[in-house]
């Protein structure tokens, strides 16, 4: 799923982030994690919420701090620019990164290497990138604090097992992982930092499109595609999202539609939900060329390993494998406010979607949905509510014009 800026939430997908630049401030030394060398295995815990892989580390002896895990991301990138007054770094130096999206490049620190302390693994040389304005917001699109991403680093020498089922991450050395028993082996190229697969996607059409894919633990929405509009056009059916996420340096808009089918390995997966967006003058100055990303609305369907050393991945269908796609069925993106993140703000009311049709409005407070207060709820429950079932009724507490109202909110599917 995307982030807009200033808590403007909207799903939060790849960052499409080209961090060359940073490598001219860092050590040449690899950077990376290994396992304590006592350990074969290391168990970690972690928190699903709106499609984020959330794991607690600390920096420095400072912490815990909330970080997503996120395999799209090249360079481990603090995103809440507090942190540099919270954690101890000696040297630091500023540098403009390039991005996706409509805006001028943001700024960032680049610091020396950090020590990143997870329970059970240690860091070499790894440091990091800190933005100068939390261009993101994904405490507010969480729910929670978050205070980076994790990428590359934590996965380039490691054996990474994710279950979706347990919420666990299980890391070992590459020559001590077992894989799945009735698992597939899916291959994988690492390029510029990142893991890449080949897919088949099948338009609507029929048509058969052969795509290279970021594998991208980072966004939350199932398949993401950059050239299907240009050289097929749109199908008779689709959303016309007017802002599909953020990336470094602004806001990227598209569409939203239905595929026939989308293949990874042995695995045909049908009516998947997929992102369209714009193409923009950034796309031909990508390191690697690619087609688009493929998301953790498909990844949590399975249990995966990623072992990049041997340059693969397997896949293990999960309970959710065969669960339908669905999408928002209200028109609405809203963010969490306040300083416990309690609030839950309108941001943006799709024209004629059913929130529309209902009246509600940017800057409405959600206050309750069926009775329950939206305090006492995440906002993996508030998302999972509202693309539940098309034509279920939901009675919402809204604060309108300074007045509480009760408004009935008829769900309609739009894709």
Request: proline share 4%.
């Amino acid at each position: 799923m995307l982030l807009t800026q200033y808590h403007k939430t909207k799903q939060f997908r790849a960052f499409g982030l080209t961090f060359l630049l940073l490598f001219c401030f860092i050590s040449a030394s690899a950077q990376y994690f290994d396992l304590d060398a006592r350990k074969k295995k290391v168990n970690i815990p972690f928190k699903l919420v709106r499609n984020l892989i959330i794991i607690k580390l600390n920096i420095n002896n400072k912490g815990p701090f909330n970080f997503v895990l996120d395999t799209g991301v090249g360079l481990m990138i603090i995103t809440d620019p507090k942190l540099v007054d919270s954690i101890s770094i000696p040297n630091k130096r500023t540098l403009k990164i390039p991005g996706l999206g409509e805006g001028e490049d943001t700024e960032a620190y680049v610091t020396s290497s950090l020590n990143i302390d997870i329970p059970g693994l240690v860091s070499y040389d790894v440091a990091a990138a800190i933005l100068k304005t939390d261009l993101f917001s994904l405490s507010s699109y969480a729910g929670m604090p978050i205070h980076g991403l994790l990428g590359y680093e934590f996965f380039n020498n490691l054996a990474v097992k994710i279950d979706f089922q347990d919420s666990t991450i299980s890391v070992s050395r590459p020559k001590d992982l077992k894989v799945f028993r009735k698992g597939s082996l899916v291959p994988i190229t690492v390029e510029d930092r990142k893991p890449y697969v080949d897919s088949k996607v099948s338009l609507q059409t029929g048509q058969v499109v052969n795509s290279k894919l970021i594998i991208d633990l980072g966004a939350g929405h199932p398949v993401s595609l950059e050239n299907i509009v240009q050289h097929y056009g749109l199908p008779q059916k689709f959303i016309a999202a007017a802002n599909l996420g953020v990336g470094l340096n602004g806001q990227i808009n598209g569409y939203i539609i239905r595929l026939g089918a989308l293949e990874i390995g042995k695995f045909k997966i049908k009516n998947v939900i997929a992102s369209l967006p714009e193409i923009n003058k950034n796309q031909a100055e990508l390191s690697v060329k690619r087609d688009g990303n493929l998301g953790i609305g498909i990844l949590k369907r399975f249990s995966v390993i990623f072992d990049y050393a041997a340059n693969a991945m397997y896949l293990k269908p999960n309970s959710n494998f065969k669960e339908p796609f669905e999408h928002d069925m209200s028109g609405l993106e809203y963010y969490a406010a306040g300083d416990h993140l309690e609030h839950i703000i309108i941001n943006r009311v799709e024209p004629g979607s059913a929130a529309d049709e209902v009246g509600l409005e940017r800057d409405d407070e959600i206050v309750a949905i069926n009775f329950k207060s939206v305090a006492q709820m995440s906002m993996q429950e508030i998302d999972e509510l509202l693309k539940s079932k098309d034509d279920r009724s939901l009675l919402l507490d809204v604060y309108h014009d300074k007045k509480l109202d009760k408004v009935v909110l008829t769900l309609k599917r739009r894709i």
